[in-house]
């Protein structure tokens, strides 16, 4: 029972160190953003390219 108790408090004053793999998270934000927009571009052009081939005739 007290070695339970030891280990307890041994891990709650000297929590586990955090793992540094991975972005930041301003930088995984950036990304994100990225390739939001370029999604965005890719259906506004779709849709330009779409509305542009069926309006034509009607010029």
């Known amino acids: 029972m007290t070695s339970l108790l030891h280990t ?3 891990f709650l004053l000297s929590p586990p ?3 540094e793999k ?3 998270q ?5 990304l ?3 390739g939001a927009v ?6 506004v ?3 330009k390219g779409f509305v542009d081939k ?6």
Do not use: C, D, F, H
């Open 22 to 24: 991975g972005l930041s």
């Open 54 to 59: 069926n309006l034509g005739p009607l010029k």
């Open 32 to 34: 994100l953003l990225a």
């Open 45 to 47: 052009g779709l849709v």
């Open 8 to 10: 307890l408090i041994g």
């Open 38 to 43: 370029a999604v965005a571009v890719v259906i």
């Open 17 to 19: 160190k955090r793992s």
């Open 26 to 30: 301003s930088t995984e934000n950036a």
